[in-house]
């Protein structure tokens, strides 16, 4: 997605250690037309999947999911990573190591929001490791649903995510591709 | 706000203790189509106050604050309740009493984000306390830039964030508001 390309370019900041700031299009401040235009992309290559439900993880997922779910008329779920009072017992619960923000996190759905005959697409912001995607779909198959397709914002190539979620078998679609950060500061994108 | 008047009678329940779930709308599942007709409702209503930016804070003030940021055509910041790698020092930083979460939370803006000249427009989901929105009102206040308005899905008249806000001055618009829940279970909606 040529837009978020250069936005990510002209803004995004390379702190090192593989750490992209992109801090005023959608980890802190948002850009809410362009995050509408990349749901509308995603519906465009997700439309043969058919979901009926998207799955995310909160925080910065949420921006994401709501576009894609807007565009594809469906609801979306966001999985808390710490439980509100308002959520109640039993949950589904999965657990991710975090590279950007150390230790565990762990990820909580209600069975409520994810049924057996549901087709799930998972829209995240990153494609990094790939380990909070992964704990995703593990609660959509402890539900019994269905994964269609995994779409991100922003894939690190240089990163395991892809050949680690390679086994789901399911496709996955990021819109802005990073294929290396080196340690100058530059960030190169693929064309 | 009609339709979401609705999603609250038919979809909400009412947990005791002031604490209503509306887990299927808006703080697990969300119906992206229904914030955003939100989004253009709370647009309406602050035409006048001419914003240049939106403030809300993760997690789920993200979702009426996306809507309402497309809307008006202006950029949303949510301030962050975790420090992310990704932000740098200094921040603005306060810290609020949460009532449905237990202890303080800290909120965090960038002040790359908030400028003297910015025109904010607080939008989050609920008005209970007005804790957490004092607390954003706060580090406008201390970015030095003007606080415009304060809108807010899901107001509980019952609790005493209206006047608690009442010195700042500005208008408070809520789309739906809740004047009692009682220990019975009901939730009763001012019409």
Redesign the interface.
């Known amino acids: 997605m040529e837009k978020l390309k250069q936005r990510i370019l002209s803004e995004g900041k390379n702190?090192g250690n593989g750490?992209?700031?992109i801090?005023?299009v959608i980890?802190?401040?948002?850009?809410?037309?362009l995050?509408?235009e990349a749901g509308a992309e995603f519906a465009r290559r997700f439309a043969d999947t058919r979901p009926t439900r998207i799955l995310t993880a909160?925080?910065s997922g949420?921006?994401p999911a709501?576009?894609t779910?807007?565009a594809m008329?469906v609801?979306?779920?966001?999985a808390?990573k710490?439980k509100?009072?308002?959520?109640?017992e039993p949950v589904f619960v999965e657990f991710a190591p975090s590279h950007?923000?150390g230790g565990t996190v762990s990820l909580m759905?209600?069975p409520?929001?994810l049924a057996a005959e549901d087709r799930v697409l998972i829209i995240d912001d990153f494609l990094a490791t790939g380990n909070t995607i992964a704990a995703m779909a593990r609660i959509i198959e402890s539900a019994g649903a269905t994964l269609v397709g995994i779409g991100t914002l922003v894939e690190k190539s240089f990163e395991t995510g892809r050949a680690a979620l390679a086994h789901l078998n399911v496709p996955i679609e990021s819109l802005v591709i990073i294929e290396a950060m080196s340690d100058d500061g530059r960030i190169q994108i693929r064309a």
Chains 1, 2 share one sequence.
Request: glycine share 2%; net charge negative; charged share 15%.
């Open positions: 702190l750490i992209l700031k801090d005023s980890n802190h401040q948002v850009d809410s037309t995050m509408l909160e925080v949420i921006i709501m576009a779910a807007y008329g609801p979306f779920v966001y808390r710490h509100p009072v308002t959520m109640q950007t923000k759905v209600s409520e929001f």
